[in-house]
């Protein structure tokens, strides 16, 4: 009983961290698309409309 | 019997066009000036340059075989091809509606109608109509994160025509004007080994690219709007071509 409790509890945390941590991670993810994209850019700079 | 004639069919991108040499987007005298146009002047062929401004390597890969499956007479033509690969990232999508690309490729010997049916992303470029709005978006994170896959399809490219080529026996140089970059992926290994390197100038050295090579050497093209090169690259790079061909005699006189 007191372990399916605690691993509960733990599973709880988890999901609460990976919930806080949303926001940093879709930040991070974008800044690399950003990063990726401009080195693109430079690399073929011809625009055609 | 006629003799037929020699013809080098030119097939590529903007580069290739000789695109902003004389500061147009597209001219005889750019066709003429291109690194292909020299070659062909060399070897005392008559040119055709089908490079569309702003292709796509499945655009390129068109280009010859339309003609070829549309204008080519084995009885009365010799040709020889020079085929210029460009950006892999460029993609091209079947499109809703009917586009005009020649108003682009104003130049261009022969036009390649199929490109019309296609509608072109190209990184730099976040889109014009509203079909093309709705969809580049979604497009541009395609080409950011799958690199290795437009990479190894742009080898697949390259592979199509090689064998469309050998199989009409026809004589033919490939070359980049864009370079490739990820030679250290194991499904691009695997691929590199079937392009036939006697007939690929400078096959898996992205260092070696028309446009990147001259850019770094410090070319600058002050006619030019888009950066394209202007004629002294492209006299050097018919040059390190006709070398090559020295060499491997991939297209003839």
């Known amino acids: 009983m007191f372990k399916k409790i605690v691993k509960k509890i733990k599973a709880f945390f988890r999901k609460l961290n990976e919930f806080l941590k949303t ?3 879709k930040y991070k993810r974008d800044k690399e698309y950003k990063k990726r994209l401009a080195e693109l850019k430079k690399r073929d700079p011809f625009i055609y409309k | 019997m006629a003799t037929k004639e020699k013809i080098l069919l030119i097939a590529g991108c903007s580069h290739s066009a000789g695109s902003e040499i004389d500061g147009k987007e597209d001219s005889a005298a750019n066709r003429k000036n291109s690194f292909g146009g020299l070659i062909a002047k060399d070897l005392k062929r008559r040119p055709i340059n089908v490079s ?3 292709a796509t390597n499945s655009g390129i890969a068109r280009q010859v075989i339309n003609w070829f499956e549309k204008e080519y007479n084995p009885a009365t ?5 020079l085929v210029s690969w460009t950006e892999a990232t460029r993609l091209e999508v079947p499109s809703e509606r009917q586009r005009d690309y020649r108003t682009a ?4 010997d022969w036009y390649d109608e199929s490109a019309d049916h296609y509608f072109k992303v190209i990184i730099g470029w976040d889109g014009g109509d509203e079909e093309e709005l709705r969809n580049t978006p979604l497009l541009h994170k395609f080409m950011v994160e799958q690199q290795p ?3 190894t399809y742009s080898y697949n490219l390259i592979l199509q025509i090689q064998y469309f080529l050998q199989s009409k026996k026809v004589d033919y140089m490939m070359c980049n004007t864009m370079p490739f ?3 250290n992926l194991n499904a691009i290994k695997n691929i590199i080994p079937l392009v036939d390197e006697n007939k690929y100038y400078q096959l898996n050295n992205k260092d070696e690219a028309f446009f990147h090579k ?7 093209n002050p006619k030019a ?3 394209h090169h202007g004629k002294e690259p492209h006299q050097l790079y018919a040059d390190e071509l006709l070398a090559f061909n020295k060499v491997n005699k991939c297209l003839k006189k």
Request: glycine share 6%; no cysteine.
């Open chain 2, 77 to 81: 033509m010799n040709v020889n091809v």
């Open chain 2, 181 to 183: 970059f990820l030679d």
């Open chain 2, 105 to 108: 490729s104003t130049h261009t």
């Open chain 2, 214 to 220: 001259y850019r770094e050497l410090g070319y600058k």
């Open chain 2, 149 to 151: 896959y437009l990479e």
């Open chain 2, 225 to 227: 709007k888009y950066w």
């Open chain 1, 23 to 25: 926001p940093y991670i």
């Open chain 2, 52 to 54: 569309h401004v702003g």
